[in-house]
């Protein structure tokens, strides 16, 4: 497995993105119990742990999926966990991305127009928002399946797409929730590439949720979500 590109930190040693004290239930069952979790700008970040660790739903408190029972999220030095769902669902469409284990995609939509899908739903005209999609089937070795819908594809190629989809509006923060989950080996190491360049050659933030170690590794730094808390906040810096 290549070793990953080195960490260039764009904006000084601030946190991009902060969860502090974070607590989460669902009904009677803990989720998270005072998780906290502090990321740079530019960084990659791997939140591992065991299934049923929390490290999901860190990540969706974190993006404003979820609101938390207590503690706060900030973005950007803005806290988000208190505002309306309104102001967090156009922040999670301005200024995030978003990948996840099986892609999500449409399945009525051809592979370019779910990546153009977030420009389209922030007003971008249509021809303009179709000719930014197109420009990432180059970029992401999906040439010729611009107009494929997702049965059409194999796995890594829909979640290929999924990744062109969460990159194609310059998010300041692209949250990725098992991206390789549902991929072979191969797949995976093409997928965990094509992110870690694309988001490098952004100077995007990656907040990375996994439990595989060969996935990790492309990371800047670790951290492992145990018990509904982050067991090792700082991490080791790679």
Known sequence: MSA??????????????EAREVVVSFGETPALRGASLSVRRGELLAVMGPSGSGKSTLLHCMAGILVPRSGEVYFEGRRIDTMREQERSTLRRDHFGFVFQFGQLVPELSAEENVALPLLLGGMHHEHAMKKAREWFDRLDLKGLERHRTGEMSGGQAQRVALARALVANPAVLFADEPTGSLD?????IVMELLVRSAREAGTTVILVTHEPRVAIYADREVVVRDGTVASQEGVPR
């Open 185 to 189: 080996s191969l797949n995976g190491e």
């Open 4 to 17: 990953p590109a080195p960490l260039v930190v764009t904006g000084g040693s601030d946190p991009v993105i």
